[in-house]
């Protein structure tokens, strides 16, 4: 089961990546071919939409910035929405915030190893990271264990959390089954 766990959040995570984003380019490019893509020629200032593996590379490499709400104000909001809510409910993520958080805490960490200045907004990102892992992730065990997956707590969680949910919902059932009818 945590195989098939592991491979479905690696299936979402490359559907993530191969997902088109907006990219600002801060410079001119020629004509780009990269694998089965095709870039046209660009100039400073277009903004393109390509595959967020390429605006990454681009990002990375100074020709290009991604067009996107700063993460560090989403984790916040995301974390004092979760903190207001009660431990029954939970409150709505986009379906990509986990591979924005991990992308953005990998960012985070580079910066701060190259820049020791930038250490104390890493490790206060990643604390705020993981409160709200922890926070999601107690909810959810109480959820699982009160009610089935409906609709509407469905629309609320990511692909990942919905996993989660029903791999515990799945292994709850398998022991309660086994502690009553001893299978």
């Given at each position: ?25 801060k410079q001119s490019?020629p004509p780009i ?77 580079s910066l701060a ?71």
């Amino acid at each position: 089961m945590e195989r098939e766990l592991v491979s479905s959040l690696k299936d979402h995570e490359t559907a993530f990546l191969l997902a088109t984003v907006k990219a600002i380019m801060k410079q001119s490019l020629p004509p780009i071919e990269i694998g089965s893509v095709s870039l046209p020629e660009t100039h400073e200032g277009d903004v393109i939409e390509i595959p967020r593996w390429i605006a990454e590379v681009m990002a990375q490499m100074g020709f290009a910035e991604i067009q996107e709400e700063s993460f560090d104000i989403e984790l916040f909001k995301a974390l004092s929405r979760e903190r207001i809510q009660a431990s029954s409910q939970i409150s709505t993520l986009k379906s990509d915030f986990y591979h924005r958080m991990k992308r953005h805490t990998d960012l985070m960490k580079s910066l701060a190893e190259r820049d020791e200045s930038l250490r104390k907004d890493y490790e206060k990102f990643s604390a705020s990271a993981y409160d709200l892992i922890a926070l999601r992730t107690s909810k959810l065990l109480y959820l699982v264990g009160s009610s089935p997956l409906s609709p509407d707590l469905e629309k609320k969680l990511t692909p990942e959390e919905k996993e989660l949910f029903n791999s515990i919902r799945s292994i709850i059932e398998n022991w309660k089954r086994t502690i009553l009818e001893g299978e």
